[in-house]
């Protein structure tokens, strides 16, 4: 395992909005292509060199335990020999997650997601981690956002985007004449996308019961100890079924611009 932080992943949501497709397994277990969505978050940070994850499980957690409990049995082509003993297994293909190290962590069914990080210490230690959210996929430079963290000397540092405008947006003219369209312009406003680098300190402004996205973040800001760094490029994240269906299409069409390891050769 290499010297990179530590990834956790926050799994816990019910996906509500998302009731389709997580009825019977959580929101990160939702397939995009072959494999959940989950997969394709941890791929994006695989590739990059982090492969030391921990997943905070909640809602239907035992169906992520399972996934990566029977991993290459379940994605590989598999032999099984049958006799009066039982049965052999001979596993054909090389797993695409070797050397992962994933650590599966209940952080109970109903706990909020400052509560999730909090109860996730212990597998962390007292050295920089990062943190983002289990139905989010983007293709962010993980590398340059952990070193603006670094030279920061901030506690905590966010990746904030730019959002499209779900609608069109017209120009008015004089005598209420349309002058102009823009289709689903970028908006001026910067939101959170995920992806966070924390450092150790930051668990002082945790509890178990927290909403990481409340009060911690608001009093880190305030602090001067919140950081962002700016993401200009693919960003998406999985709430909708409407959602869904999108991801699915463009995975079925070639368009992955978050699979950056299919992109960069990984």
């Given amino acids: 395992m290499n010297d990179l932080p530590r990834?956790?992943?926050?799994?816990?949501?019910?996906?509500?909005?998302?009731?389709?497709?997580?009825?019977?397994?959580?929101?990160?277990m939702v397939?995009?292509?072959?494999?959940?969505?989950?997969?394709?978050?941890?791929?994006?940070?695989?590739?990059?060199?982090?492969?030391?994850?921990?997943?905070?499980?909640?809602?239907?957690?035992?169906?992520?335990?399972d996934?990566?409990?029977?991993?290459?049995?379940?994605?590989a082509d598999v032999t099984l020999r049958f006799d009066t003993?039982?049965?052999?297994?001979?596993v054909h293909d090389a797993s695409d997650i070797a050397g992962w190290e994933v650590t599966l962590a209940d952080t109970g069914a109903d706990?909020?997601?400052?509560?999730r990080i909090h109860r996730c210490r212990?597998?962390?230690?007292?050295?920089?981690?990062?943190?983002?959210?289990?139905?989010?996929?983007?293709?962010?430079?993980?590398?340059?956002?952990l070193a603006q963290h670094r030279a920061s000397g901030r506690l905590a540092t966010v990746t904030g985007l730019r959002p499209r405008s779900r609608f069109g947006v017209l120009q008015?003219?004089?005598?209420?004449?349309?002058?102009?369209?823009?289709?689903?312009?970028?908006?001026?406003?910067?939101?959170?996308?995920?992806?966070?680098?924390?450092?150790?300190?930051?668990f002082d402004y945790l509890d178990d019961d927290c909403i990481f996205e409340q009060g911690p973040?608001?009093?880190?800001?305030a602090d001067g100890q919140l950081g962002v760094y700016t993401h200009d490029g693919f960003w998406m994240s999985i709430d909708t079924h409407r959602e869904f269906l999108e991801i699915n299409r463009m995975w079925s069409a070639g368009d992955r611009p978050w699979a950056v390891w299919e992109r960069d050769g990984g």
């Fill in 7 to 28: 990834v956790v992943i926050l799994c816990g949501g019910r996906g509500t909005r998302l009731k389709e497709e997580t009825e019977f397994r959580p929101k990160p």
């Fill in 172 to 202: 008015e003219g004089p005598g209420g004449a349309v002058i102009g369209f823009r289709e689903k312009p970028l908006l001026d406003d910067v939101i959170s996308g995920g992806f966070f680098v924390l450092e150790p300190g930051v």
């Fill in 111 to 115: 706990t909020m997601t400052g509560g």
């Fill in 122 to 145: 212990r597998y962390l230690g007292e050295r920089t981690f990062m943190v983002t959210y289990g139905d989010g996929v983007a293709d962010v430079d993980l590398p340059a956002l």
């Fill in 31 to 65: 397939q995009v292509g072959d494999r959940p969505l989950l997969w394709h978050i941890m791929r994006t940070y695989g590739h990059h060199g982090f492969a030391s994850f921990v997943l905070a499980l909640g809602f239907k957690g035992e169906v992520i335990r």
């Fill in 67 to 75: 996934f990566f409990l029977n991993y290459r049995e379940r994605t």
């Fill in 85 to 90: 003993g039982g049965v052999a297994t001979t």
């Fill in 217 to 221: 973040l608001q009093q880190l800001a």
